[in-house]
């Protein structure tokens, strides 16, 4: 399972979303996570079918979309979807 | 370890909250700022500040980031984290976080300000993130060349679809009323934006969409029909709500669910604790007006201080 986070400069939420990933990234060094900003990927936008920013992205082992979550997200919650998530 | 003891921890990271952290600060007192995010309600302002004195024009993200400028120039610690709970033991007050951290204080100044108030309509929930949006200025940069929807019609409603109408392919306007409510200089913008279609007596109904927003189902309050367009985006500016939940049954509120404050000081009716910017009953919400509450409430809070150690 590998997390792609989707930010960009001009969004405020990504700064509060920023120092609670490096806690969870801190707390769990095998999970496998990708950040991605618009400002120098734009067409991320398409490709990733972006409604909302910051953006999480939960991919299984073969690429696969399992679970999007958006905004501003309590690292409880984050934790949970990691763990429930790790295996696939 | 023993737990830190703090003079004030102010609940909230918009003007009211960042102005008492500094005054806080400036008496001289321990604070501590807990905030969900950043800015409170001026990160969704679709239009340039104007009216903020001694900044000219300037968008919310920049005036966002010289409060942020500010507070970091006086070291204030700033933990993002929502509170969820506020209980006061003797002259302590606990405040509990979402991530289930507490935080102890001997005075509080609440200043969480308004949330989004939602339209509660089948698949607004659902879809919320994917393509159900309450912040233009967050995510309305995604929107560009398709199709988008905003309900509500008064100057939110307006300054939103105008922001839209700079990237998006169509910007529709739905207003509940007969009428739109905003201002003319915003009703003289919109029609002169062609990407901009105002509809007026829509009762939106249904947001609809397998995994993403791609129909909104309104009814014509005129003709009763119902009606559907085919739309991208949705993003609702219909007003906000107290952001208040987390201190229900400890202070008095008025029929619009905002907390009950004393005009001078700031005080509510529990002793130490106070309330600040859009979350009181004060008449006007102007970011101005909550800067200068957030000082009110610090001041006050620190004669408060005195008064009981």
């Known amino acids: 399972m590998k997390v792609l986070k989707i930010g960009a400069s001009w969004c405020v939420d990504c700064k509060v979303m920023t120092p609670r990933w490096e806690e969870i990234e801190q707390e769990y060094p095998w999970l496998e996570t990708e950040y991605i900003g618009l400002d120098d990927n734009p067409d991320a936008i398409k490709k990733y079918n972006m409604a909302s920013i910051p953006t999480f992205i939960f991919f299984d082992k073969d690429g696969n979309e399992i679970l999007r979550m958006s905004k501003l997200v309590e690292k409880d919650v984050l934790i949970k979807a990691i763990l429930e998530n790790k295996d696939k | 370890m023993k737990q830190k003891l703090y003079d004030i921890i102010i609940i909230g990271g918009g003007p009211a909250g960042m102005t008492a952290a500094i ?12 905030t969900k995010d950043i800015g409170g309600q001026i990160k969704r302002k679709s239009v340039e500040i104007e009216n903020y004195p001694g900044l ?27 509170a969820v709970k506020i209980k006061k033991t003797g002259k302590v007050f606990f405040v509990s976080t979402g991530d289930k951290k507490q935080f102890k204080g001997l005075s509080v100044i609440v200043a969480s300000g308004a949330d989004p108030r939602p339209l509660e309509v089948t ?14 200025t967050c995510d309305g940069m995604l929107y560009k060349d398709r199709i988008t929807a905003v309900v509500g019609g008064g100057n939110a409603g307006f ?45 939106l109904k249904e947001i609809k969409g ?20 085919k739309v991208d ?12 939940g987390f201190v229900k049954g400890l202070v008095d509120f008025n029929k619009r669910d905002e907390i009950k404050v004393n005009p ?34 610090a001041l006050s809070a620190s004669r408060y201080l005195q008064n009981i150690i």
């Not at chain 2, 005054?23 to 807990?34: A, T």
């Not at chain 2, 839209?164 to 009703?187: F, W």
């Open chain 2, 233 to 244: 985006g949705v993003f609702i500016e219909i007003g906000s709500i107290p952001a208040t």
């Open chain 2, 123 to 136: 698949g607004e929930k659902e879809l919320i993130g994917r393509g159900v949006s309450y912040c233009v």
């Open chain 2, 210 to 229: 397998k995994n993403f927003v791609d129909t909104i189902i309104y009814q014509d309050n005129i003709t009763k029909k119902a009606k559907t367009l």
């Open chain 2, 23 to 34: 005054y806080g600060h400036r008496e001289n007192l321990d604070v501590l700022l807990i």
């Open chain 2, 264 to 297: 001078q000081t700031g005080e509510t009716k529990i002793f130490g604790l106070f309330a600040a910017g859009d979350i009181t009953d004060n008449k006007y919400k102007q970011i101005v007006v909550a800067a200068g509450d957030g000082a009110r409430c």
């Open chain 2, 56 to 82: 000219g024009k300037i968008s919310g993200k920049s005036l966002i980031e010289k409060f942020e400028e500010h507070l970091k120039e006086f070291k204030v610690p700033v933990v993002l984290d929502k």
């Open chain 2, 159 to 203: 300054e939103a679809g105008i922001f839209l109408s700079r990237l998006a392919k169509q910007v529709y306007i739905l207003e509940y009323g007969p009428k739109v409510r905003a201002d003319k200089t915003n009703q003289q913008i919109v029609k002169k934006t062609q990407k901009i279609k105002v509809i007026t007596n829509a009762d």
